[in-house]
C-alpha cells in the first residue's frame, strides 16, 4: 500500500515569495491533514479536511496561509507571501473515517521550507 | 485546551540498556493518547496509542507505555534499546471525539550509544 506522498521535499524561497506544497493522501482516507514543525518543536495542526469539507482551521495563518482539497483527494497548501518564521517543515497526514471517528494518522516525509 | 509535557529534551542511554521516556498531559476531559517516532528526514510513524481498556499497551518494535490516570502521565518504555531505536519519539493527545486533533509535545530525542 503507498503510503502519503508530498512534494517537494525542500524548498528555498526568499521572504515575500509564493510556495505551494502538494500532498497527495492514502487511497481511500478520508481525512487529511497540514502541520507545522518548526525546528525543536512537536508538530502543530494547521487544517484539517473532512473529504474536501475544513473540519478545523483555527491555527492557519489565514492571511497569509491558504489550502484546498479539491475533488476530496489532493490537497495543496500555499503560503503567499512567506516570511521567515514560516521556515519549518509542513506535514501532510492522511486517515480513515470509520463509524463517526478518525482513525490512526499517517505522516508523509514532510516539505522542509527555508525562507531567506 | 489539551496540552502535552516532554520532560526530556534528550534521553542519552547505551545499547542493551532499559529506557523510559516521560510524557505528562493536561485535560479535563478524557483524551486518546499516543506515541509517535521519527527517524531522520522521515515522517510520524505510529509506535502506540491509548484509547480505553488496558492501562499497559504494547507497540511496535517492542515499546510498551502505561496510562496513569491519577498522575496523567503515558510513559514510554523499552527493556533493552538497539542503535536503530535513536530518533525523535513524540507523545499526543486528542480528544476522545470524532476528529482526531492532535496535540504534540515537543520530543524526545533518543540517542542510543554503543
Known amino acids: 500500500e503507498a503510503g502519503v506522498a508530498q512534494s517537494p521535499r525542500y524548498k528555498i524561497i526568499e521572504k515575500r515569495q509564493s510556495v505551494a506544497f502538494w500532498c497527495n493522501p492514502i487511497?481511500?482516507?478520508?481525512?487529511l491533514y497540514w502541520y507545522q514543525q518548526i525546528l525543536g518543536q512537536g508538530p502543530k495542526l494547521l487544517i484539517q479536511?473532512?473529504?474536501?469539507?475544513?473540519?478545523?482551521d483555527s491555527q492557519l495563518p489565514k492571511d497569509r496561509f491558504s489550502a484546498e482539497r479539491l475533488k476530496g483527494v489532493d490537497s495543496t497548501l500555499k503560503i503567499q507571501p512567506a516570511k521567515l518564521e514560516d521556515s519549518a517543515v509542513y506535514l501532510c497526514?492522511?486517515?480513515?473515517?470509520?463509524?463517526?471517528?478518525?482513525?490512526?494518522?499517517?505522516f508523509g516525509p514532510g516539505t522542509r521550507l527555508t525562507v531567506l | 485546551a489539551q496540552s502535552v509535557t516532554q520532560l526530556d529534551s534528550q534521553v542519552p542511554v547505551f545499547e542493551e540498556a532499559p529506557v523510559e521516556l516521560r510524557c505528562n498531559y493536561s485535560?479535563?476531559?478524557?483524551?486518546?493518547l499516543f506515541w509517535y517516532v521519527q527517524y531522520p528526514n522521515q515522517g510520524l510513524q505510529l509506535l502506540l496509542k491509548?484509547?480505553?481498556?488496558?492501562?499497559l499497551v504494547k507497540g511496535i518494535n517492542g515499546f510498551e507505555a502505561e496510562f496513569n490516570k491519577s498522575q496523567t502521565s503515558f510513559h514510554l518504555r523499552k527493556p533493552s534499546v538497539h542503535i536503530s531505536d535513536t530518533a525523535e519519539y513524540f507523545c499526543?493527545?486528542?480528544?476522545?471525539?470524532?476528529?482526531?486533533?492532535?496535540?504534540f509535545g515537543t520530543g524526545t530525542r533518543l540517542l542510543v550509544s554503543p
Open positions: 497526514a492522511s486517515s480513515l473515517f470509520l463509524a463517526g471517528v478518525a482513525d490512526t494518522q499517517y
Open positions: 487511497s481511500g482516507h478520508a481525512t
Open positions: 479536511f473532512q473529504n474536501n469539507g475544513v473540519v478545523d
Open positions: 485535560s479535563s476531559v478524557s483524551v486518546y
Open positions: 491509548y484509547l480505553s481498556g488496558s492501562t
Open positions: 499526543a493527545v486528542s480528544l476522545n471525539t470524532g476528529f482526531q486533533k492532535l496535540v
